[in-house]
């Protein structure tokens, strides 16, 4: 495990290296539990568009996996369009990732 072994000697390193390197040990996280059975493939969308535009950045990595299932409960519960959406049209356009982005940050703020 290579994360293991840069994250040791992070007190070296300046405070954007440290970020970048707990941002891939949460994005390594988020990605194992992706291939896990309960996890339709449009799952993927809501995780890696709100990873990849870092709204889980202050999310603790030990807390990634929670906050994932929460995240993607309330999609289902505020946002079924999205959910239809995606099933429907199977690509994401850029204004579905920005509606995706928008819903994440709601949860994230609602969390809060």
């Not at 970048?20 to 390594?28: A, I, S, V």
């Amino acid at each position: 495990m290579r994360w293991k072994y840069l994250h040791s000697f992070s007190s070296d390193l300046d405070q954007v290296t440290k970020n970048q390197l707990t941002y891939g040990k949460g994005l390594m996280e988020l990605l194992s539990s992706l291939s896990a059975d309960r996890f339709h493939p449009r799952t993927g969308y809501y995780t890696c568009c709100g990873y990849k535009r870092r709204i889980m950045m202050l999310v603790e990595n030990e807390q990634i996996k929670d906050f994932q299932m929460q995240m993607l409960d309330y999609f289902e519960a505020h946002h079924p369009e999205i959910i239809r959406e995606i099933e429907n049209q199977k690509v994401l356009s850029e204004d579905l990732t920005q509606r995706i982005v928008d819903a994440a940050t709601q949860f994230r703020n609602f969390l809060s």
